[in-house]
C-alpha cells in the first residue's frame, strides 16, 4: 500500500514539475524507464513470493537503469546503438511478460 | 539452455532469493514489508516514467508545430514570389509601351524603334509570327529504357538541324529560345530558360515551311532524329503551318556584357 503512495506521489511531482531533461541525457530516457519497469515488476514478483528484500530492490533498480544507459551509450559510440537498444528492449520486455505471469499465477492462483 | 529458456527462467533478480535464503528461518515465514528505501525508489520510478512521457509529448508537440509553421511560410513565400512575377510581367508591359511612346515622339525615335523591334525578333525579346514548321516529339510508346525517351541532347540536336535549315526563331512547349536559352536536363524533366517542360515536347520554328522540312534531312542532326525515329521508336511528326505564333522570351537580362569602349 504504502508503495503504491509512492508512486503515485512519483508521478504526480513529475507532472507538476516538468523538470527540463538535459539533451544528452535525453536518449537514455525511454531505455531507462524499461529497464525500471523490469526491476520494479521484478520487485512485485518477489513481494508475492514472500521474499521481497528493501536491499535487493534498490540495488537492482539502480544497477538497471545505470547498466541500461551504459549501453545505449557505448552502442552510440559503436554506432549501434539502435540495435543494441533493441536487444536490451527484447531482453527486458521478455524478463517483464513471465514476472507478470508469475505475478497474475499469485493473484489469480492458477 | 537456450537463451530465451535463460530469460524467462532468471526473469527474477536472484538475489531476492538468495538473500531470504540467508535469513533465519523464524524471519522467513513473516510477510516481508516494504520499507522507505523501497517507496524513494518507487517515488524516483514514477518521477521517471512522467519525466520520460512529459518529455516525449513535448518534443513531439514541438516537432508537429514546426512542420505547419515551415508549410505555412512555404505557402506564404510562394504566393509572394508569384505576385512578384505578375508585377515583373506588368512592369515590363509598361516599359514597353512607354518606350515606344517616347520613340513615336521623334523621326530619329521612330527608325530606332523599327531597328529595335527587327533586332528584339532577333534576340527572341519580341514575340514574332509568320509561317513554319511545328514539329511534335515524345518518348515512344510504353519507353522502358533512356534511349527510348526524349533526352536534352535529342532536343538539342533537333534544335540545331532546324537552325542548320533555316529557322529564324524557334520556341519550344512556348519557351523561346535565345542566346541566353539552355536545353538541359533538371531532375528527370527537361528545362528551357529555367523552366521544366512536360511531355511531349512542341517545338515551333519559323522560317520557309517549304525549304525547312527538306533541308532537315539532309543536316547531320536532322538524319540522326530520322535514325532515331527508326531505331528507337521515338515519335516525330513535322508539319507545315501557315502561320505561327512565337512568344517573347521572359529573361534577356545582360548583367555583365557590355559594348566594349572602341566599337561605341
Known sequence: MIAGLGLLVGIILGLMLQPDVPLWLEPYLPIAVVAALDAVFGALRAFMDGIFDDKVFVVSFISNVLIAGLIVFLGDKLGVGGQLSTGVIVVLGIRIFSNVAAIRRHIFHA | ?264
Do not use: C
Not at chain 2, 524471519?27 to 520499507?35: D, H, L, N, R
Not at chain 2, 519507353?143 to 529564324?168: H, M, R, T, Y
Not at chain 2, 523561346?176 to 517545338?203: D, E, K, Q, W
Open chain 2, 1 to 264: 539452455m537456450g537463451l530465451l529458456d535463460y530469460v524467462t527462467s532468471h526473469s527474477m533478480d536472484e538475489d531476492y532469493a538468495h538473500v531470504s535464503g540467508r535469513k533465519p528461518a523464524g524471519g522467513a515465514s513473516k510477510q516481508p514489508q516494504a520499507g522507505l528505501a523501497a517507496l524513494v525508489i518507487l517515488g524516483l520510478f514514477g518521477l521517471l516514467v512522467a519525466t520520460a512521457a512529459v518529455q516525449h509529448s513535448r518534443t513531439e508537440t514541438v516537432s508537429e508545430s514546426g512542420r505547419s509553421e515551415i508549410i505555412t511560410q512555404i505557402k506564404a513565400r510562394s504566393a509572394q514570389v508569384d505576385s512578384r512575377r505578375a508585377r515583373i510581367v506588368e512592369m515590363r508591359d509598361e516599359i514597353t509601351t512607354l518606350e515606344t511612346q517616347f520613340l513615336e515622339t521623334t523621326n530619329e525615335g521612330r527608325a530606332l524603334s523599327t531597328q529595335l523591334s527587327r533586332l528584339g525578333v532577333r534576340a527572341g525579346s519580341t514575340a514574332v509570327t509568320g509561317p513554319g514548321v511545328r514539329t511534335v516529339v515524345d518518348d515512344a510508346p510504353d519507353a522502358i529504357s533512356e534511349q527510348q525517351q526524349v533526352l536534352d541532347k535529342d532536343l538539342q540536336k533537333l534544335v540545331n538541324a532546324l537552325w542548320e535549315s533555316g529557322a529564324e526563331a524557334i520556341s519550344i512547349n512556348g519557351q523561346r529560345l535565345t542566346t541566353l536559352s539552355a536545353i538541359r536536363h533538371a531532375g528527370s524533366a527537361i528545362t528551357v530558360n529555367f523552366r521544366s517542360l512536360s511531355r511531349p515536347y512542341v517545338v515551333s520554328a519559323i522560317g520557309n515551311p517549304d525549304a525547312i522540312p527538306a533541308r532537315f534531312v539532309e543536316t547531320q542532326d536532322g538524319s540522326a532524329w530520322l535514325d532515331l525515329e527508326a531505331a528507337y521508336g521515338l515519335q516525330f511528326d513535322m508539319t507545315s503551318e501557315e502561320s505561327l505564333t512565337l512568344p517573347a522570351a521572359n529573361r534577356l537580362d545582360l548583367r555583365h556584357a557590355t559594348t566594349p569602349e572602341n566599337l561605341r
